[in-house]
């Protein structure tokens, strides 16, 4: 995560983003409907019979055997992950309808439009790589070695990656990245933007950690997720600027094209 962020920080500033129709219909058709489809279904699921083994990794080794945590700590891990979501929902509309363009007039329906579009995107498609390896790893989480522990659905065996820490990295790394890719910031105004959604991420990870609801891998795995799925969608974008220009040379005239990615 760290490397993340300081190679966005030291990248470009002041372009602008735009919609692939071609692309984002789809894939936000796929992952909505993944992702309001796993939540339906995950308590459905049936918990397999998956062995546990007697000693994690010592990085893990901490908070294995603690009782499910209770009460504000995983309240205020669901407050970041969930409600960051619904805020973001918000708020990256708004943003991209005050954004003041290139050619000097705010983004608009258009602009809203646009950063909505990328958000909701980054979030989802986050969700669905989640529940992806979730599902196929099927790793017991932490309070499942506490004594007297009685298996009850598959949730259960959600743990490897954290989704909330996942979700919290796709959420704050994506605004982030859509505010560095659209504003004129300094090199240190980036590393305050990247490092305010670490630090979101980061917190959310240890009230999971804290609450016993995963390890530490798990929310070092998810944040590392989120975070790259909210740096790689705005990235995939940029506007590139085509420009079309007819050329005359030794060779006879011809058409250039020009643009950045």
Do not use: C, N
Request: net charge neutral; glycine share 14%.
């Amino acid at each position: 995560m760290l490397g993340w962020w300081l190679m966005a920080a030291m990248a470009g500033s002041g372009g602008e983003l735009a919609l692939r129709p071609t692309v984002d219909g789809p894939v936000l058709m796929t992952t909505a409907a993944y992702t309001v489809t796993s939540l339906w279904l995950l308590p459905d699921r049936p918990a397999l019979a998956v062995a546990v083994s007697p000693e994690p990794l010592g990085f893990d080794a901490g908070v294995a055997g603690k009782a499910e945590g209770e009460g504000a700590v995983p309240l205020a891990s669901d407050a970041l992950s969930y409600g960051g979501s619904f805020l973001g929902l918000v708020a990256a509309p708004i943003y991209g309808a005050l954004d003041i363009g290139s050619d000097g007039s705010r983004g608009g329906g258009r602009g809203a439009l646009t950063h909505g579009v990328i958000f909701a995107e980054s979030v989802t498609v986050s969700v669905t790589l989640t529940d992806i390896i979730k599902s196929a790893s099927r790793r017991p989480r932490p309070y499942t070695r506490a004594p007297g522990f009685e298996w009850e659905d598959a949730d259960d065996q959600m743990s490897f990656p954290s989704g909330h820490t996942s979700t919290a990295g796709a959420l704050s790394f994506s605004m982030a990245h859509q505010i560095a890719r659209t504003q004129e910031l300094t090199v240190g105004g980036k590393v305050a933007a990247y490092g305010l959604a670490t630090a979101y991420t980061a917190t959310t990870g240890m009230l999971r950690v804290a609450a016993a609801k995963h390890y530490p891998s798990d929310v070092v795995v998810g944040g590392l997720l989120g975070a790259s799925v909210g740096i790689v969608v705005p990235e995939l974008h940029r506007a590139t600027g085509l420009r079309v220009s007819a050329t005359a040379g030794p060779m006879g005239r011809g058409v250039a094209l020009s643009g950045r990615l």
